[in-house]
């Protein structure tokens, strides 16, 4: 479908993978809404950027963690930009500072990446459905990850909940059919943590075929490619430079 014109709400969208998939949606004719938690000024950055496109765009601060901000976020998107038509889970949690793993279990920690990673994709899908139906070219696209096949000893809680979203990902192209296309993908090296060294960098890279870390922009543009298709659905896109067949 032509996305001139359409609205999309990105979570997450304020910076990094978030704001590449909010601008390239904004490129390609979207008026869009920004979720944001902390990043207040990047959200309003990347909203003036979309606006110098002509575009709409407005911010919406809110704490996923929280369950009575999904139907928030949601309503606040229809009521200031009429209506919703693509819905981008972008917005995730990946613990870096503290253990992951079987030895440093906590179940606080699972319970919060959980929040993010996949209640609130599914509660915002809640909330969202109706209105994204309305049109009966609704679409839905959610961020997992290749270590959602493939999960790391190291970040065990993050790529669970990034394999039960890859899960609710197919069943809901399923339970949505046929007015709501869902998809997803799963990025490889889109991004390094800000926190990881020089020489960390390099061994993970070594390990994809391709030689090279990816872009936030390489996601970006399978968004707008899930976004414009009319007959994809229930697939996980892997964006990763072969990583994920090796």
């Given at each position: ?6 609205i ?18 904004a ?12 990043s ?24 996923l ?5 999904w139907?928030?976020i ?5 009521t ?5 038509d ?5 917005a995730?949690?990946f ?14 920690q699972?319970n ?35 270590s ?15 394999a039960?979203?890859?899960?609710l ?12 296309q ?9 991004i ?33 490619f ?14 990763d ?6």
């Amino acid at each position: 479908m032509t996305l001139l014109g359409s609205i999309a709400l990105v979570t997450g969208g304020a910076k990094r993978v978030g704001a590449a998939i909010a601008l390239e949606l904004a490129e390609a004719g979207c008026n869009v809404a920004i979720h944001f938690r902390n990043s207040s000024a990047e959200a309003e950055q990347i909203a003036a950027r979309i606006r110098s496109l002509g575009r709409c765009a407005i911010t919406i601060q809110a704490e996923l963690q929280d369950p009575a901000s999904w139907p928030q976020i949601v309503d606040r998107c229809v009521t200031e930009l009429g209506r919703l038509d693509i819905l981008v889970n972008n917005a995730s949690v990946f613990p870096t500072h503290s253990p992951d793993t079987v030895v440093g279990f906590q179940p606080e920690q699972w319970n919060s990446i959980f929040q993010t990673n996949l209640l609130a994709p599914i509660g915002l899908v809640h909330h969202a459905s109706r209105y994204l139906a309305a049109t009966g070219k609704g679409k839905i696209i959610n961020l997992t990850d290749i270590s959602a096949d493939r999960p790391w000893p190291t970040h065990l809680a993050y790529c669970c909940s990034k394999a039960a979203l890859a899960a609710l990902t197919r069943g809901l192209a399923v339970a949505l059919a046929p007015a709501i296309q869902v998809n997803a993908i799963a990025p490889g090296i889109a991004i390094f943590p800000d926190e990881y060294g020089v020489e960390l960098r390099k061994r993970i890279t070594a390990l994809v075929p391709l030689g090279r870390e990816g872009s936030p922009q390489d996601i970006a543009k399978t968004a707008r490619f899930l976004a414009e298709s009319d007959y994809v659905t229930g697939q996980i896109i892997a964006v990763d430079g072969g990583r994920s067949v090796v």
